[in-house]
């Protein structure tokens, strides 16, 4: 690859921000919280003892601010890898190219990226209401096979695919972990766990309106392979930071327990206790 980019390959907005982010480099902090949902996003600044930026383009809302004397910054990406392969690719970008001159940087900058979310669990012995932290991941949507660098293995990726029974799967499948060396911030975490990301809602998470899932017991299989929790993003989060040198960590709220049939009787307050247990913990 040549070091100077093509304007199609890294595309600016007129005022030079990145072009779905709507971001410039000093818009951001370096320990970044990415949540889902934009509406999270004042749900989580207001905790900060200043905002100075404040902007949005599409589903994506950034604010960055400072907390007890450290910047920060709290983004949201929608849901789904698609998004996260936007969201990485634009903030590493941000940090690691100069938007200028469209070249790379000769000094690499490693973003620490949180994701905080909502999760389901396929555990029957997880209670809802409690935090639970992903080590292991296991992608099902297939983003990591369009990049061409991309290799990671370990006993629990070769666990999973040497008992899992859905041929029809195992192509798409790709896995991650944490960063370990941030991995500190949640040491007392109620759960640690290994987490399936899903391409869908539906089918995908074992959910059967009029159309049928592959198979009336895929979550407890999942369960039998190690997997505790499922969500939509932090396989392409953990994946994509190990490629482009960022570290990462995923804590999410169980909000359901699928294999009870429980879900959460206050996610709003759960989402809140979410929000302090993690900025309590990374901005000391």
Sequence with gaps: MLNKLADSELVLNDDGSVYHLNLLPEDIANKIILVGDPDRVPKVSKYFDKVEIKKNKREFYTHTGTLRGERITVMSTGIGT????????EL????NIDLKNK???????????FRMGTC??????????????TQNVVGLDGLMHFYQDYKFENEFSKHFLANSPYEKIKP???FSDWAEDISHYYKDA????NTATFPGFYAPQGRQLRLKAIDDKFLETLNDLGVTNFEMETSAIYALSKLLGHKAITVNNVIANRRR???S???????????NWVLERIIQ
Excluded: R, W
């Excluded at 590493?92 to 940090?95: C, F, K, S, T």
């Excluded at 070249?103 to 990226?113: A, D, G, N, V, W």
């Excluded at 109620?190 to 766990?193: E, F, M, N, S």
């Design 82 to 89: 698609e998004n996260i392969d936007i969201v990485m690719n």
């Design 261 to 263: 049939g429980e879900f």
């Design 172 to 174: 798409m499948l790709y």
């Design 92 to 95: 590493d970008a941000l940090v």
């Design 120 to 133: 389901g669990s396929v555990n029957p012995d997880i209670q809802v209401d409690n935090m639970l932290v």
């Design 265 to 275: 009787a206050d996610h709003h307050a759960s989402e809140k206790n979410l929000i």
């Design 190 to 193: 109620t759960y640690l766990g």
């Design 103 to 113: 070249e790379f940087k000769t000094e690499h900058t490693s973003l620490e990226l």
